[in-house]
């Protein structure tokens, strides 16, 4: 018991840690923070935005254009309360919520750690019977509000690619398998938003439904889970830290005939990074019951119609901004003296190169670094330029942030065209021509 009460500390320290230095150094800031904040809700500060992108991006040219099969859509937040009502969102997109009588504190019944004790005051037993409450985002579109114009802000972005299969079917007829892919925001009310940014109230997914031959279903299965993995490579994520869990029947939503959740071991423990589920021909099937439209594919040269079965792999960005955050932050010494450094996949680092004059008042040295760094920033954008302070603290903030590399023009570089470059991760500095930089 005291040993667990240890770790627990520890991983709430090293989170504390990530959530302070994403603060600090510009990368995820508390949302409406100036006005005492909205609980739930992020924002992404100009390094944060970097490396979010550079992980969708990263997740876009994986899944999307270095592959054949795959068509991407962008379709609108705000869509057609018949969409939710034919997906069963409307009815049973809920979580268990209680109430303490106490505190008057609300919590998800089935993610506390003691189900009798309310761990905001203490009380044990006040709690009542858990309600259902539904986390859908509840809006009326246009002037009138009433029954019909209500509409919700999407808790997921797989009903946008469901309710535009058959017109990507319909313009570009795809052999099967195929998928289409969105990447997107997506609203919950979640009841108690916890953990950094793992349970927002808003945040952004990136899935993909892939369309199959309903009896060919394991051969896609296996190969997006081998996808799956590469991508998470791709993320610098140890593989020792990820875990497929094998969603057993009574867990799996009741249409699913098999669910893997690809499960991280965060700083706050091993949860949920992102899921992979076989969903058979529900989605469809619903679409085709409630709107009268034909779902029906015909494989080209052949008359026998059916409606196809369909993969999700379903990720979440947030989440996955945690994970390379958690995975890159390290704690190191470097002449006897501590260091943060965040270590960064180079093609994930907001910043790549660090570019800067030895000193900042010889103007010669700045002339020669500016040029530098114009020729840099030309060819890869994510470049800075720092001369605040000495050289040696440039180096710790530019660890902080992760920079793979800081480039330095000294009164050498003016004799040999040459400069140098510092290694984040080895600390080791190389001189190399300005020409072969980059
Ligand atoms: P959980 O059980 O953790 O609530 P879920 O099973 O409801 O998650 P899904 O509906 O499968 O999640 O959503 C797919 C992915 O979207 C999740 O694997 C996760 O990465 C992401 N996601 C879901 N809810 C949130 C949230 N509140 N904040 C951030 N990301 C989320």
């Not at 054949?68 to 034919?86: G, R, S």
């Not at 869990?245 to 699913?256: N, Q, T, W």
């Not at 196809?308 to 792999?313: A, G, Q």
């Not at 010669?364 to 720092?386: P, S």
Request: charged share 25%; proline share 5%; hydrophobic share 35%.
């Amino acid at each position: 018991m005291v040993q667990l009460t240890v770790v627990m500390n520890e991983k709430n320290q090293e989170l504390e840690n990530i959530v302070s230095l994403a603060k600090r150094r510009g990368f995820i800031y508390n949302g409406s923070d100036v006005y005492g904040g909205l609980s739930g809700t992020w924002d992404y500060g100009p390094l944060g935005v970097a490396l979010k992108r550079n992980i969708m991006n990263l997740w876009w040219k994986m899944f999307v254009e270095d592959r054949e099969d795959m068509y991407p859509v962008d379709a609108a937040i705000l869509m057609n309360q018949k969409v939710w009502q034919a997906s069963g969102h409307t009815a049973t997109f809920t979580d268990p919520l209680v109430e303490c009588s106490n505190c008057h504190g609300r919590f998800r019944a089935d993610k506390l750690d003691n189900p009798n004790k309310c761990p905001t005051c203490g009380s044990e037993g006040t709690f009542g019977e858990a309600r259902q409450f539904n986390m859908m985002f509840k809006t009326h579109v246009g002037s009138t509000e009433d029954d019909t114009s209500v509409s919700y802000l999407r808790p997921e972005t797989a009903q946008g690619i469901f309710t535009n299969y058959k017109n990507v079917v319909d313009s570009f007829y795809p052999d099967l398998p195929f998928g289409m892919a969105q990447q997107g925001k997506a609203f919950r009310n979640e009841i108690s938003p916890r953990d950094f940014i793992f349970r927002s109230r808003e945040f952004e997914q990136m899935e993909i439904e892939y369309f199959v031959e309903p009896d060919k279903w394991q051969v896609s299965f296996d190969a997006l889970l081998a996808n799956i993995h590469e991508y998470l490579n791709a993320l610098g994520l140890p593989s020792d830290k990820i875990h497929e869990l094998e969603v057993p029947e009574g867990d799996r939503a009741h249409y699913s005939k098999r669910t893997i959740d690809i499960e991280y071991d965060f700083p706050i423990g091993r949860e949920e990074l992102l899921g992979l589920a076989y969903r058979t021909d529900f989605d469809l099937m619903n679409i085709q019951n409630h709107a009268g439209k034909s779902m029906e594919y015909t494989i080209k040269g052949m008359n026998t119609k059916f409606v196809p079965h369909v993969i999700e792999p379903s990720f979440g960005v947030e989440r996955s901004v945690m994970a390379v955050l958690s995975a890159a932050y390290t704690e190191d010494e470097v002449n006897d003296e501590k260091r943060i450094v965040m270590k960064f996949p180079e093609h994930l680092a907001p910043v790549k190169y660090c570019v800067s004059p030895l000193v900042r008042n010889k103007p010669e040295l700045v002339e020669k670094a500016r040029t530098v760094y114009q020729m840099l920033k030309k060819k890869h954008g994510n470049v800075m330029w720092d001369d605040n302070g000495n050289i040696g603290k440039r180096y710790r903030r530019q660890d902080e942030i992760g920079t793979p590399y800081c480039v330095v023009i000294d009164f050498e570089t003016l004799e040999d065209n040459a400069v140098t470059v510092r290694d984040r991760d080895t600390t080791e500095q190389k001189r190399v021509s300005i020409s072969e930089l980059g």
